[in-house]
């Protein structure tokens, strides 16, 4: 029902910044009633929560990336976005976006709706 297309990532020095989108699409589903989260993961590691949108002013943000990297949402273009700035090694990882019809939640397993991740790499 609802398809999810995250973009955005790609390779950057630390210090950078990047932005990811992540586009909904689809037919019989109201965007503004969707939480979006973004998840992480790096090789090895488990998947890690990174930031939650839900409605038009609630915002949630994993203790890693606090102070540096702030989630948008634009109900005409029915996309979020995460703008991740002072981006460092431990930032590189798989990032997906996700999508649930409830409250935000840190947990993976509350979203029922995931796209495909957008890489970022943070090195020197």
């Known amino acids: 029902e609802v398809q999810l297309q995250a973009s955005g990532g790609g390779l950057v020095q630390p210090g950078g910044s990047l932005r990811l989108s992540c586009a909904a699409s689809g037919s019989g589903f109201t965007f503004e009633h969707l939480s979006i989260a973004w998840f992480r993961q790096a090789p090895g590691k488990e998947r890690e929560a990174v930031s939650c949108s839900r409605g038009s002013t609630a915002k949630y943000y994993g203790n890693s990336v606090q102070g540096r990297f702030t989630i948008t949402r634009d109900n005409v273009e029915k996309t979020v976005y995460l703008q991740m700035n002072n981006l460092q090694i431990e930032d590189t990882g798989l990032y997906f976006c996700?999508?649930?019809?409830?409250?935000?939640?840190?947990?993976?397993?509350?979203?029922?709706?995931w796209g495909r991740g957008t890489l970022v790499t943070v090195s020197s």
């Open positions: 996700a999508a649930v019809y409830h409250y935000c939640s840190d947990s993976e397993y509350n979203f029922a709706f």
